[in-house]
């Protein structure tokens, strides 16, 4: 079965300082795709930054990058010059092109201390 | 584009009375889906449909739960009887297509059944 490990429940990052959430998935399948989805406390989930597994390259998105191992299976996001709107729930999730569900991870609560 | 859009976006409800939760998704998006969110459970998908047709209901909790998508632009969820442990938030998503595209939230509906 397919699943997405998030292992820190909660992190803390001083402002203007780059703190990474890490992510760990488990798929037989070779065509996937990868997505940090932030939901801040609106509830509102907004997607971050998605990556395809066919591309080495890793996906940018402003402060936002990842750091995608495919051997490892592992797929952290790097979030560059924290600012307070940054605080919120991020979820680590992966779907695929054989399948229209998306998994997502169990979360990982980020804090910004002023 | 204004996005997903859920309504309501709040409903508190008594045990036992009918629910129903609405959904719009973005225009040319053929899947939808319909998650549940708890602290509990996390992030679950109950059913998602392709062009209006239901997919995937095995996340379904029990048989008081029906979707229905009668037409491209609009999604009930209903919950018949309501009971407290169904209290949540209720997400509606869209996505182009399957696949591993992008799914799109709306804002979500917090149910609180007393």
């Known amino acids: 079965a397919q699943t997405v490990t998030q292992s820190q429940p909660e992190m803390s990052v001083q402002e203007a300082e780059t703190v990474t959430l890490s992510c760990t998935y488990d798929?037989?399948?070779?065509?996937?795709?990868l997505f940090w989805y932030k939901q801040p406390p609106s509830r509102q989930m907004i997607l971050v930054i998605r990556?395809?597994?066919?591309?080495?390259q890793n996906a940018t998105e402003n402060r936002f990058s990842v750091n995608f191992q495919k051997a490892a299976k592992s797929f952290s996001l790097k979030i560059s010059d924290s600012q307070l709107g940054d605080a919120a729930m991020y979820f680590c999730?992966?779907?695929?092109?054989?399948?229209?569900?998306?998994?997502f991870g169990s979360g990982t609560r980020l804090s910004i201390r002023p | 584009d204004a996005g997903v859009i859920q309504s309501p976006r709040h409903e508190v409800t008594e045990m036992g009375q009918e629910v129903t939760l609405r959904c719009k998704p973005i225009?040319?998006?053929?899947?939808l889906f319909w998650y549940r969110q708890t602290m509990m459970r996390g992030l679950e998908l109950l059913i998602y449909?392709?062009?209006?047709?239901?997919?995937?209901d095995s996340g379904m909790p029990e048989d008081r739960f029906s979707a229905k998508m009668p037409n491209a632009s609009f999604s009930t969820l209903k919950i018949q009887p309501s009971e407290p442990r169904d209290s949540a938030v209720y997400f509606c998503?869209?996505?182009?297509?399957?696949?591993?595209?992008?799914?799109?939230f709306g804002p979500g509906t917090r149910l609180l059944v007393l």
């Open positions: 998503a869209s996505s182009i297509s399957g696949g591993g595209e992008t799914q799109y």
């Open positions: 798929t037989s399948e070779s065509d996937y795709y």
């Open positions: 990556q395809e597994a066919y591309k080495q």
């Open positions: 999730a992966q779907g695929y092109s054989s399948a229209s569900k998306i998994i």
């Open positions: 225009s040319g998006h053929d899947y």
């Open positions: 449909f392709n062009n209006n047709v239901p997919i995937d």
